[in-house]
């Protein structure tokens, strides 16, 4: 089966249309509040790592996760409970929402192991292939790096089904959630990575139209702590929404490509289930 951009497209904007009340609130709870905790608690993260001087950038980047490593791990967290809960509830149509949280606490874990496992890989592998041929030429470097990075792509995109086979199929084993998922896609990747892309541009242009307003908005008014709340709020407001259609996306995606095995009725095992 070709997988259908247009079909996934509306099928994720029935499904926000239709749980908006209950996104309001997980929404709310899992990203909102904590990134706008972030916003007014740690404002270095709204801006990011300043340069200063002659200072290293990997200095400068390293002193920056140092700082704000507890933070930013917390919210990470809990952002990644809110997207798995999230999913449950767009999956597990007749789960609570307590049910969907206790789903996706059981979650958690597997994802942290899965992304884990892939950051690893692709830290040794694409590392050492780009330091072999940095070695043997600066050029030959620089192409292997920008390979390496669409390889990263194309893999995530491939590996989209992930969050949803934990939290719809309960796949606790990531290992065997990373298989599945990449079986789900098989010869669908490409066409995967492009919608992703499309929708990633059209976000970025919005984002930088939405930060102009707020850097001029901010920027007019007298008040730096009124400054940074708005500022905070405003980039809340945006990450939550952005994380919303993603999800939504996601688990349009899974739905098409998990149908052909729902209709054959594939059994699933009792680990599988629970």
Not at 168 to 194: C, H, K, M, Q, Y
Request: proline fraction near 4%; glycine fraction near 6%.
């Amino acid at each position: 089966m070709t997988f259908n951009m247009n079909q996934a497209w509306n099928e994720a904007i029935r499904t926000l249309k239709a749980n908006r009340e209950l996104l309001v609130i997980l929404a709310g709870l899992f990203f909102f509040v904590p990134m706008l905790a972030l916003g007014i608690l740690v404002p270095e993260t709204l801006t990011g790592p300043a340069m200063t001087g002659g200072e290293p950038s990997m200095q400068v980047m390293t002193d920056y996760y140092n700082r704000n490593a507890i933070w930013l791990f917390a919210v990470q967290i809990i952002q990644t409970l809110g997207m798995l809960s999230i999913l449950a509830l767009f999956l597990r149509r007749r789960a609570t929402v307590q049910e969907a949280i206790i789903t996706g606490m059981k979650a958690v874990l597997p994802l942290l192991i899965a992304s884990f496992f892939i950051a690893l890989t692709f830290g040794l592998l694409g590392g050492l292939v780009v330091g072999l041929a940095a070695a043997i030429s600066a050029g030959l470097g620089w192409v292997l790096a920008l390979f390496v990075i669409l390889l990263l792509f194309f893999v995530v995109a491939r590996l989209v089904p992930l969050m949803p086979l934990l939290v719809d199929e309960r796949r606790f084993n990531p290992f065997a959630a990373l298989v599945d998922s990449w079986r789900l896609t098989a010869g669908r990747g490409w066409r995967i990575l492009a919608f992703l892309l499309l929708i990633f541009v059209a976000v970025t242009v919005i984002a930088l139209l939405v930060g102009g307003v707020v850097s001029l908005v901010t920027a007019l008014i007298g008040s730096p702590a009124t400054a940074n709340f708005i500022a905070a709020a405003l980039n809340a407001l945006f990450t939550t929404l952005f994380t919303c259609l993603i999800l939504a996306v996601v688990m349009a995606i899974y739905r098409q490509l998990n149908a052909p095995a729902s209709a054959a009725g594939v059994p699933r095992t009792h680990s599988d289930v629970d």
